[in-house]
């Protein structure tokens, strides 16, 4: 008890370390609370004249052209502003204070509900330990410092599988449809789910994605019409201008990530084309939804502040710490993804014990923002566990129908 209150106490010293260094009104809620009051005084948020406000509110001063600084434009769809709407109606620091009161316990639930619809045999303790340090992991603290809208959008994909794993598809649908305020986080899951819809006839949740989806694109038309082409338009250069690349490309280069990165795509593609007739309560739907969201951190553009991210690959940690594969090859991942991630949770308490000493080791700073390995190595492990599985079970009970089958453990 006394490691696990360290581990979870060491990350609030650490942000209080941190906030040292970044000015409070930095933040990923910043620009698109400005930019949503602007649309609801009937401004384009992604207008030049609303992206100075923001520069304003957000550097203390517009910035010069050609300035190295990310511009920090609006750069979400405007399906975002009515979400934000009841926070354009406050002050920065209400706004601040009631993003917060919101996400925490939403995410909290989110990932409560989300163990609930894993194939495991939880006792109430052991899934409050885990949601708790969930709760306390890096990625999950920094997105919070820094108001990230990855924070509502996660707890949103959470709730809708376990909607979908008590078969209550039509909420699912609407909850996916809300967390497409961040495309590029939702494409390959939205992706995987529609064909596993299509194969499995789930008809009502692909008509309430749609639907909702039609009542989001509607009312953001009214707030701020032909949004589309502006959206788009912010969006060129983004990679160049905010200095992100794929993790694996932040390691290995840019040619060489990609190749590796195409590679475990490649491979979890095949891995979740098996899963595609799987219940929505079965082990093999659990892994194929881990994986998506594993390889989408593999893809998106990151960088060390927006480690925030990785908060997707929750559920795929949790099933590789309660599993036991047979395999070498997938034994060996799975340690290498655990060990990963246990590394991660000592540098944060490393960092918070040093910082109540006055000072954090440069590298133990540089080190726990620069996690690039952890999407690969839990999508390389939960690939192998699918594929493994499938081979032992060719002749045997489905996976959907036994759980304990393929050595899943308390």
Same mark, same amino acid.
């Given at each position: 008890?006394?490691?696990?209150?360290?581990?979870?106490?060491?990350?609030?010293?650490?942000?209080?370390?941190?906030?040292?260094?970044?000015?409070?009104?930095?933040?990923?809620?910043?620009?698109?609370?400005?930019?949503?009051?602007?649309?609801?005084?009937?401004?384009?948020?992604?207008?030049?004249?609303?992206?100075?406000?923001?520069?304003?509110?957000?550097?203390?001063?517009?910035?010069?052209?050609?300035?190295?600084?990310?511009?920090?434009?609006?750069?979400?769809?405007?399906?975002?502003?009515?979400?934000?709407?009841?926070?354009?109606?406050?002050?920065? $620091? +209400?706004?601040?204070?009631?993003? /917060? =009161?919101?996400?925490? &316990?939403? !995410?909290? @639930?989110?990932?409560? %509900?989300? #163990?609930?619809?894993?194939?495991?045999?939880?006792?109430?303790?052991?899934?409050?330990?885990?949601?708790?340090?969930?709760?306390?992991?890096?990625?999950?603290?920094?997105?919070?410092?820094?108001?990230?809208?990855?924070?509502?959008?996660?707890?949103?994909?959470?709730?809708?599988?376990?909607?979908?794993?008590?078969?209550?598809?039509? $909420? +699912?649908?609407?909850?996916?449809? /809300? =967390?497409?305020?961040? &495309?590029? !986080?939702? @494409?390959?899951?939205? %992706?995987? #789910?529609?064909?596993?819809?299509?194969?499995?006839?789930?008809?009502?949740?692909?008509?309430?994605?749609?639907?909702?989806?039609?009542?989001?694109?509607?009312?953001?038309?009214?707030?701020?019409?032909?949004?589309?082409?502006?959206?788009?338009?912010?969006?060129?250069?983004?990679?160049?201008?905010?200095?992100?690349?794929?993790?694996?490309?932040?390691?290995?280069?840019?040619?060489?990530?990609?190749?590796?990165?195409?590679?475990?795509?490649?491979?979890? %593609?095949?891995?979740?084309?098996?899963?595609?007739?799987?219940?929505?309560?079965?082990?093999?739907?659990?892994?194929?939804?881990?994986?998506?969201?594993?390889?989408?951190?593999?893809?998106?553009?990151?960088?060390?502040?927006?480690?925030?991210?990785?908060?997707?690959?929750?559920?795929?940690?949790?099933?590789?710490?309660?599993?036991?594969?047979?395999?070498?090859?997938?034994?060996?991942?799975?340690?290498?993804?655990?060990?990963?991630?246990?590394?991660?949770?000592? %540098?944060?308490?490393?960092?918070?014990?040093?910082?109540?000493?006055?000072?954090?080791?440069?590298?133990?700073?540089?080190?726990?923002?620069?996690?690039?390995?952890?999407?690969?190595?839990?999508?390389?492990?939960?690939?192998?566990?699918?594929?493994?599985?499938?081979?032992?079970?060719?002749?045997?009970?489905?996976?959907?129908?036994?759980?304990?089958?393929?050595?899943?453990?308390?």
């Amino acid at each position: 008890m006394i490691l696990l209150a360290l581990v979870v106490a060491a990350p609030f010293e650490y942000i209080h370390i941190v906030n040292r260094s970044i000015p409070s009104q930095r933040t990923g809620l910043l620009p698109r609370w400005v930019g949503t009051r602007a649309a609801l005084h009937g401004e384009d948020p992604y207008s030049p004249a609303v992206l100075q406000e923001i520069q304003t509110a957000f550097y203390g001063q517009a910035l010069a052209p050609g300035e190295k600084e990310n511009p920090e434009k609006f750069l979400y769809p405007a399906t975002v502003i009515p979400l934000l709407a009841p926070l354009a109606l406050l002050t920065w $620091p +209400a706004a601040r204070v009631a993003f /917060l =009161a919101v996400t925490v &316990p939403l !995410l909290g @639930l989110g990932f409560w %509900l989300c #163990l609930g619809a894993l194939p495991l045999r939880w006792t109430a303790r052991t899934r409050a330990v885990t949601v708790l340090l969930a709760l306390a992991a890096w990625p999950t603290m920094w997105g919070f410092r820094v108001l990230q809208l990855t924070m509502p959008v996660a707890a949103f994909i959470f709730v809708a599988w376990y909607l979908l794993a008590r078969r209550h598809p039509v $909420p +699912a649908g609407i909850l996916l449809a /809300l =967390a497409t305020i961040k &495309p590029q !986080l939702m @494409l390959p899951l939205l %992706l995987a #789910l529609f064909v596993w819809a299509l194969f499995r006839r789930q008809w009502a949740l692909l008509v309430s994605f749609v639907a909702a989806m039609a009542v989001q694109l509607a009312v953001a038309q009214m707030l701020v019409p032909g949004w589309f082409p502006h959206w788009r338009a912010s969006l060129r250069n983004y990679t160049g201008v905010t200095q992100t690349a794929m993790p694996l490309e932040h390691l290995f280069g840019h040619w060489a990530g990609l190749v590796i990165t195409l590679a475990l795509a490649t491979a979890a %593609l095949m891995a979740l084309w098996r899963a595609r007739r799987s219940a929505a309560d079965s082990l093999d739907f659990a892994r194929a939804m881990s994986l998506v969201l594993a390889i989408t951190v593999c893809f998106v553009p990151t960088s060390v502040a927006l480690l925030y991210n990785y908060v997707l690959l929750m559920p795929a940690c949790v099933l590789l710490a309660f599993s036991q594969p047979s395999g070498t090859w997938a034994w060996l991942l799975r340690l290498m993804a655990l060990g990963q991630l246990g590394f991660d949770y000592l %540098l944060v308490t490393l960092g918070g014990i040093t910082g109540l000493a006055g000072h954090v080791p440069a590298v133990v700073a540089w080190l726990s923002f620069s996690d690039y390995l952890l999407p690969a190595l839990t999508t390389l492990a939960l690939t192998l566990q699918m594929v493994e599985s499938r081979g032992i079970e060719a002749g045997g009970p489905s996976a959907g129908t036994a759980p304990m089958q393929s050595g899943l453990v308390d």
